[in-house]
């Protein structure tokens, strides 16, 4: 039996009643459960949840937006080696997101991802080093940097080799 058009979308229409029902009554939380579940996981030090936990205060996911919170959680996971948390914490100082505006600590930030082999903080310190922000000028270093970037087999021309919503993803770079 072949169902029509208006068939599959008067399935679909109550689909979403029921799914906004649920929501609005409060027994579809997923977003919270998800939210606690991260926080929890933060709470106990794994830095890639403190990351994650950073990235929802950011947003504002689950929770206010609150950039100081974002900016004490990205230093916790970046303080523990976390390079996506080092790269964004750069960002924030580069910024003056949640934290006062530094150059140096940005520079500081990008140069612990960089060394990790993080393509974004790699080019990210080429272009200190182009501007001379945070950094005296050297030429020299911004093709050593840039090079490194270029070679990453993570990064194409524009972004992530796994495209757009890899995961990869990070806030514009300021240098």
């Given amino acids: 039996m072949k169902t029509s058009h208006f ?3 008067g399935i679909v229409c109550m689909a979403l009643v ?6 609005s009554s409060g027994l579809l939380r997923a977003q919270d459960v998800g939210f606690e579940a991260t926080k929890a996981a933060a709470e106990k030090g794994d830095p890639e949840a403190e990351y994650d936990l950073a990235r929802c205060y950011e947003r ?7 950039y100081a919170k974002a ?9 523990q080696g976390y390079a996506d948390a080092q790269v ?7 910024k003056g997101l949640g934290v006062n505006h530094d150059p140096q600590q940005a520079v500081n930030w990008y140069r612990k991802a960089a060394e990790q082999g993080n393509a974004l903080a790699q ?10 922000r945070g950094v005296a000028k050297d030429v020299n270093k911004v093709i050593k940097w840039w090079r490194k970037a270029a070679g990453s087999d993570k990064m194409v021309a524009g972004g992530c080799r796994a495209g757009p919503g ?8 300021d240098v």
């Fill in 166 to 173: 890899c995961g990869h993803e990070q806030p514009g770079i």
């Fill in 88 to 94: 964004l914490l750069g960002s924030y100082y580069g």
């Fill in 60 to 66: 504002g996911t689950g929770v206010e937006k609150d």
């Fill in 7 to 9: 068939s599959r979308m």
């Fill in 18 to 23: 029921v799914l906004t029902y649920f929501q």
């Fill in 123 to 132: 080019y990210a310190m080429g272009g200190f080093y182009l501007s001379g």
């Fill in 71 to 79: 900016a004490d959680y990205l230093t916790k996971s970046a303080e």
